[in-house]
């Protein structure tokens, strides 16, 4: 499966955006899916996952209360809406794809990954 995310930008504090993540070339409602990002000098993180049926979802602490995170398997997009940003958002943020039904946190649980969009949160 083929991933492209898109809709990152620049936002000031406070501010919102919705990612996109767009697949392609196999079943997307067989995969679960989820969002990471990278911060400059940092390792990849965890933000948000659900289920290939989109019934489950789990999102880190750090983004809980403020992000969302659904899908559409009719159009093979996923979604992660940024609400309340802040500072510490910024980064690429990456979707990824597993070939199962099942949540997973961790980058080595996925196959398939996203090249990025870049999330820039100004103060």
């Known amino acids: 499966v083929q991933l492209v995310e898109s809709g990152g930008g620049l936002v000031q504090v406070g501010g919102s955006l919705r990612l996109s993540c767009e697949a392609s070339g196999r079943t997307f409602s067989s995969y679960a899916m989820g969002w990471f990002r990278q911060a400059p000098g940092k390792q990849r993180e965890f933000v948000a996952t659900?289920?290939?049926?989109?019934?489950?979802?789990l999102l880190s602490d750090s983004v809980k209360g403020r992000f969302t995170i659904s899908r559409d398997n009719a159009k093979s997009t996923m979604y992660l809406q940024m609400n309340s940003l802040k500072p510490e958002d910024t980064a690429v943020y990456f979707c990824a794809a597993r070939p199962l039904e099942f949540i997973a946190a961790l980058t080595r649980s996925y196959d398939h990954w996203g090249q990025g969009t870049l999330v820039t949160v100004s103060s």
């Open positions: 659900i289920s290939a049926s989109g019934s489950t979802t």
